[in-house]
């Protein structure tokens, strides 16, 4: 269904120019909404996937646009040689500010590429080489097989073919499973660090390949203009962009066509038609089309393209081969115990949270953290998983110390967990979602996923995830997405995402949460089948009665210090444990 979708999207475009009666006028806009759409394109990966907002793309036009004029102006470049040196620039600009940018969060990451920006376009007006604030005329245009690309039908085609190859790379990319590690950026540092992937890393790549596409519209747009000065790549069009890629759909590839479309077709007609209707004494032009994009906003919050698409029925899931090849297994642990907590202590300030903890988890064992709410479980759980830096004390994992250690190195050693507060990303499929799970267990980056050179190991993890999907009980809803589906179901899923892990050690935080009687059941049977793999658990959990019918071993804590810890039948008698959680008969 894609690939007729875009058959059909590049036959419009081939046809578009050759219709009888279109003006240069319609073309030229064609070629506008064309490099804009390149821009808008990085965007929906930057934002409406990554989540990283940026009012700088225009900024990285200009690199392109100006590395491109200098060099075809004053020395001789031909343009098209001049494009791997425009990108490179490009690229190197958006290494340098993002290394400082994305590391920025909350406000402060939309602030920063607004100071950045703002910076630029000053910069480009004040520098000689690049012509102040006059630019650089007399670029030369495009040639193609001797042929100048000068007139505005004849760089059509040239611009589109850029536009169609990066929606189809862009595409390719988010299916990949760098394109997994992208999308896990929306749910949060702590959740994407426990699959193994490196937020920091991920975020530079998706700024640097967003800069590109920016970059490559600048190239354009010099010899498409023939000349380039600062005023197209200030702040007001970097917000014009992002407009662009949120009116056509955040995190829709297509959405950049069509926001770009109507951003540009818009300000293009209420230019004509507001100063027929109120003259051309003020400017209303930039306040109707505010308030009209205000407009679309809230009768379309998540973008037209999501809208477009309802209107044609939906392609079956893409068939997913379970019995794909297995990914190579983990070497598993043999030392004992597998988990040993030594005095662990963490603090913040004055609180005193985790007071020197002690407890061990052998291979194959199923051990139970409990107490009540504020007791220090979560925390726990975090100083083992290396979420949160232990202040004192000692965590040995297989008989390697991982106190000290980053959570991406304690989850690629094979511990994996869930979390108290459910982090899926609940747009992405279930299936997609669980795959996260496997990040660790292949090797494909982003150039193999760009050309689609990974599909072998993406059969092998997409088989993985389909396998600890049903092994869980939720193959009917594999290809849902995750949001869908009730609190319990949810909890599941995140498991079988741990399980893509290969784990030797299973954290589980409250995973019986919201689950029926049945539900419960069936997840005794599946943690007692893991302990018979030689899989370890170390779960926390308030229902006592899943807890005492399926642990090996009880570990209690309140207000952070541990009280006491046995099998389950000693723990029910335990008086200190009666007073302090469980709760005495009268």
């Known amino acids: ?85 425009a990108l490179a620039v490009t690229g190197l600009a958006a290494v340098v500010l993002g290394l400082v940018t994305v590391r920025l969060s909350g406000h402060f990451l939309p602030l920063g590429t607004i100071a950045w920006g703002i910076s630029l376009y000053y910069l480009f007006g004040k520098i000689e080489l690049l012509g102040r604030h006059d630019g650089i005329s007399g670029v030369p245009p495009l040639s193609l097989f001797g042929w100048s690309l000068i007139e505005p039908q004849a760089v059509y085609y040239v611009i589109w073919g850029f536009v169609v190859l990066a929606a189809i790379l862009t595409t390719n990319l988010l299916d990949s499973r760098a394109g997994r590690a992208i999308r896990a950026l929306r749910g949060g540092r702590v959740a994407a660090e426990a699959f193994g992937i490196e937020p920091a890393r991920v975020k530079l790549i998706v700024f640097v390949y967003a800069a590109l596409l920016a970059g490559l519209s600048g190239w354009l747009y010099a010899h498409v203009q023939r000349a380039v000065n600062p005023t197209p790549f200030g702040i007001n069009a970097g917000i014009e962009y992002l407009f662009m890629a949120v009116v056509g759909g955040a995190g829709q590839i297509w959405g950049a066509v069509v926001g770009a479309s109507l951003v540009i077709l818009l300000k293009d007609a209420l230019q004509r038609i507001v100063p027929a209707l109120f003259g051309t004494a003020a400017q209303y032009e930039t306040i109707v089309f505010g308030v009209l994009l205000v407009a679309i906003l809230q009768g379309a919050r998540d973008g037209l393209w999501p809208r477009i698409v309802a209107l044609f029925p939906k392609g079956a899931p893409a068939p997913v081969d379970r019995d794909a090849a297995p990914l190579p297994g983990r070497q598993k642990a043999k030392a004992e115990p597998l988990l040993a907590v030594t005095a662990a202590r963490k603090t913040f300030g004055g609180l005193v949270a985790v007071n020197d903890v002690s407890f061990q988890v052998k291979r194959g064992e199923i051990v139970a953290l409990i107490g009540p709410n504020g007791a220090g479980k979560s925390t726990t759980f975090n100083l083992i998983t290396g979420v949160l830096p232990i202040t004192a004390g000692d965590v040995v994992f297989a008989g390697r110390p991982i106190g000290g250690e980053r959570p991406q190195a304690i989850a690629g050693l094979g511990i994996a967990r869930s979390f108290q507060h459910v982090k899926l990303l609940p747009e992405m499929s279930v299936l997609d979602n669980v795959a996260l799970g496997a990040h660790l267990r292949g090797q494909a980056g982003v150039m193999r996923g760009l050309f689609r050179l990974d599909r072998a190991e993406e059969t092998r993890l997409i088989g993985e995830a ?55 059941a069936a997840l005794s049977e599946l943690l007692r089948h893991l302990r018979s793999q030689g899989v370890s658990v170390l779960l926390v959990e308030h229902d006592m009665g899943f807890v005492m019918n399926l642990t090996d071993h009880i570990v209690v804590l309140d207000f952070g210090t541990k009280i006491a810890e046995g099998p389950p039948a000693a723990i029910k008698q335990n008086p200190a444990v009666l007073a302090a959680y469980l709760g005495a008969p009268e």
């Open 1 to 85: 269904m894609q690939r007729l979708g875009l058959l059909l999207f590049v036959a419009l475009i081939a046809v578009i120019p050759l219709l009888p009666g279109l003006s240069v006028f319609w073309i030229t806009l064609l070629d506008n909404i064309g490099l804009a759409a390149l821009v808008a394109m990085g965007l929906v990966l930057l934002t409406g996937v990554g989540g990283l907002t940026s009012f700088g793309q225009a900024a990285f036009c200009g690199f392109g646009a100006y590395t491109s004029a200098v060099l075809t102006t004053k020395f001789g470049f031909n343009p098209w040689a001049a494009l791997p040196v």
């Open 466 to 520: 389909a396998r600890q999907i049903a092994r869980v009980g939720l193959a009917d809803h594999m290809h849902k997405p995750a949001g869908s589906l009730a609190l319990g179901q949810q909890r599941i899923v995140e498991i079988a995402r741990a399980l893509c892990l290969d784990p030797d050690l299973l954290l589980l935080d409250e995973p019986a949460a919201g689950l029926r009687h049945l539900e419960k």
